[in-house]
């Protein structure tokens, strides 16, 4: 059967960081963002503050910050290999997160077939971010459809990877599901659960080998 891979990244493809965290780390606002992080995990912040928040912190943000904070952020293992094995098998994979797109794109020389991230401006920052392109947890399951749409496939068809609050409503609607180093939030409703570093061994939970 054909099946739609859809991996979350913050936590899940990087283990215990965010693309947020990563990039703040190269300009060392390791503190700052912190402080954002437990905002919005509180629920003082929507996803749109936090992103308008972290643009004003980013403000000497240049594209060599973004490439050395993707490269040197916390990955698990085996992503390319389980990528490979997914288009391999003639299904497909892409990544949905909340975070800026400049970074989650990357993930296309990877070999994701797609990749959505919130849209912020180009960098370095000229522009303010526009609310409206930051995405929410709910716009993961409106991409997923699109998603489908586009791949001739139905939600029937998905396999959702995730780790946090922001993948709950996506779980709710696919029938199989894979919580990697998740909290409650997922962990309690997901198909399968996997803590640890290789994607490799999250993937193999559902029976596959790579």
């Given at each position: 059967?054909?099946r739609?891979?859809?991996?979350?990244?913050?936590g899940?493809?990087?283990?215990?960081?965010?693309?947020?965290?990563?990039?703040?780390?190269?300009?060392?606002?390791?503190r700052e963002?912190?402080a954002?992080?437990?905002?919005?995990?509180?629920?003082?912040l929507?996803?749109?503050?936090?992103?308008?928040?972290?643009c004003?912190?980013?403000?000497a943000l240049?594209?060599?910050?973004?490439?050395?904070?993707?490269?040197?952020?916390?990955?698990?293992?085996?992503?390319?290999e389980?990528?490979?094995?997914?288009?391999?098998?003639?299904?497909?994979?892409?990544?949905?997160?909340?975070?800026?797109?400049?970074?989650?794109?990357?993930?296309?020389?990877?070999?994701?077939?797609?990749?959505?991230?919130?849209?912020?401006?180009?960098?370095?920052?000229?522009?303010p971010?526009?609310?409206?392109?930051i995405?929410?947890?709910?716009?993961?399951?409106?991409?997923?459809?699109?998603?489908?749409?586009?791949f001739?496939l139905?939600?029937?068809?998905?396999?959702?990877?995730?780790?946090s609050?922001?993948?709950?409503?996506?779980?709710t609607?696919?029938?199989?599901?894979?919580?990697?180093?998740?909290?409650?939030?997922?962990?309690e409703?997901?198909?399968?659960?996997?803590?640890g570093?290789?994607?490799?061994?999250?993937?193999?939970?559902?029976?596959?080998?790579?």
């Open positions: 059967m054909t739609l891979h859809l991996f979350d990244l913050d899940t493809l990087i283990h215990g960081s965010a693309a947020a965290i990563e990039i703040s780390r190269q300009l060392g606002l390791e963002i912190a954002l992080e437990r905002a919005f995990a509180g629920g003082e929507t996803t749109a503050q936090f992103a308008e928040r972290a004003a912190l980013w403000e240049t594209e060599e910050h973004v490439a050395a904070a993707f490269e040197g952020a916390p990955w698990l293992a085996g992503i390319r389980v990528w490979a094995d997914i288009r391999a098998r003639g299904e497909r994979c892409a990544v949905i997160s909340l975070s800026p797109g400049f970074f989650v794109s990357r993930l296309l020389e990877w070999g994701a077939d797609a990749t959505y991230g919130s849209t912020w401006p180009a960098v370095p920052f000229r522009e971010v526009d609310p409206a392109g995405l929410t947890p709910a716009a993961k399951v409106r991409i997923a459809d699109e998603l489908c749409t586009k001739g139905t939600r029937d068809h998905c396999v959702a990877y995730g780790d609050l922001s993948d709950a409503e996506l779980f609607v696919v029938p199989v599901s894979v919580a990697v180093n998740a909290d409650h939030h997922v962990s409703i997901a198909s399968h659960a996997y803590a570093r290789d994607l490799r061994e999250a993937y193999e939970l559902m029976g596959n080998r790579t």
